[in-house]
């Protein structure tokens, strides 16, 4: 049985694979497979088939519909969906159809609640953190049940790449104040198509014809396009990206990933707009473009601020900004490297505080060191009590350590 199980979780991951893949797409869409996949929708909420509007990017098509009437916010006022939905806009009846989708399909695969207790794990499972720290085989021949091995290797893998790492930073460049028509997420709307799909084609789960055929229409949009909005009688379809750069994310076992680019957008769109992202997080473009000390010290976001001094480099920075050099010691828990400890005046970056420079005891995955620095507070004079108060220790506590992770 368990051999069987490993079969089905390792074609599960294949399934996963090629999702993340449409979901990082930065081919062309395909514009009449989308196109025809929004009218099947659209017949299936009885509305009539709309025009389309395609646009080179999510910004480009945000401009559009934040200012058509036929795509206003979608608001409940009440937390009880009413039995019928006539009258609704196309917006609202879709986010219907799909939400009830959605709930039917997670029904179809909930965990082994849905199977008799004679066929749950007759030993403990590995908890949730061991599962995301390792491989699905290696978890099922720990007693992890297939469930719980595609939730953390199929559905949560999708979600933290394509929804958190990519969706979330480019959405989060577009924002405003005011609340924005509905977005359909298109080729990132596989970070939930993926895991049900997956389980579908492994025979994980029962479901009704319908459902999948609905499902179906959702992977279309997922394969052909990017972001989209729906609106009376008439669409707004965004081309996917001209180029998404990533990397692997930090410890990933089940083929998660991250945005990053340090040359350019992290995402760039075909009229030109783009996203900045280094290593995960998102940043103003001037920090991967012209990073000085004068920017950095008028920004007021800690981890920007980070990520500037990091772009020109902690030993470039300190020069620049003429940081008067505290103290130096020796590392008690990382031999054979120093401790620098300077003195950040407040008016650079608003408060009185100190910068210990260090060297990280694990080695990279390019095998170098990386040197990085810590804010500390300003009334620590001695390198070693600054280092050791980053970890919640003395000087005197940390001089007694070996060498640190």
Known sequence: MRAAEMDRAREACAVRDAWLAHG??????????AEDAVRELYRLIDAPAPRFTWVDSP?????????????????LHTGVLPDRAEGWSPPSRLATLQSELRDRLE???RGPDRYGWSLRPLKPEPDWEQLRSTAPREALAAGASLDRVLWVAVRDALRGSLGDAVRAPVRSALRTDSPDPLTWWGQHDASWVGHYDACARIGHGWF??????????????????GWWWAGEGRCVMAERPAAVHTEPAPGAVHGEIRLHHDDGPAVRFRDGSGVYVLHGARVPGWVVTGPTVERIHAETNVEVRR??????GWDAYIEQA????????DDPGNPGFRLRLYDVPRELWGRSARLLLTVNGSVEPDGRRRQYALGVPAFLDD?????GWSYGLSGEQYGRLRRRT
């Open 24 to 33: 990082l797409s930065a081919h062309s869409a395909e514009r009449a497979e």
């Open 59 to 75: 910004s480009a098509g945000l401009e559009l519909v934040r200012t058509d009437p036929a795509f206003g916010p979608v608001r």
């Open 107 to 109: 029904s179809s695969v």
């Open 208 to 225: 009704a014809a319908g459902d999948l055929a609905q499902l179906g229409l959702w992977a279309r949009l997922a394969r052909s396009t």
């Open 307 to 312: 990520a500037a001094i990091e772009r020109i």
């Open 322 to 329: 003429g940081l008067r050099l505290v103290g130096t010691a």
């Open 383 to 387: 390198p070693v009590a600054a280092a």
